[in-house]
């Protein structure tokens, strides 16, 4: 007997999602338009090429931080708790910053 363990997409969106917003300087994630009042998943996307996961993100980021920083924080949490709870790596993190807020 052979069995199989197949992870979708949606649950390494749901991870980096959480993972982002858990995030010390993300305000909020916002469809590419900025409309923040769309689909619970708006703003992050994320596939499945040959076993390694690709992530994209919009953000709104506070003015308190350093985008830069604050772009790679993103990147090794999300990065981190993909593995950490599918087993799957992460083969890049796109972050697009659409907006800096003070909250």
């Known amino acids: 007997m052979q069995n199989t363990v197949t992870i979708s997409p949606d649950i390494i969106r749901d991870v980096a999602r959480i993972t982002a917003l858990a995030t010390p300087g993300v305000i909020s994630l ?11 998943n708006s703003g992050i996307e994320a596939a499945l090429n040959n076993g390694y996961a690709h992530i ?3 953000v709104i980021g506070h003015t308190g ?6 772009a790679s924080q993103i ?6 708790a993909v593995s950490e709870v599918t087993d799957i790596s992460v083969a890049g993190v ?3 910053f659409e907006d800096v807020r003070t909250h």
């Open 30 to 40: 916002v469809e590419k338009d900025g409309d923040w009042r769309s689909r619970a």
């Open 56 to 58: 994209t993100l919009n």
């Open 65 to 70: 931080h350093s985008l830069i920083a604050l």
């Open 75 to 80: 990147r090794s949490n999300i990065a981190e």
């Open 94 to 96: 796109d972050i697009t």
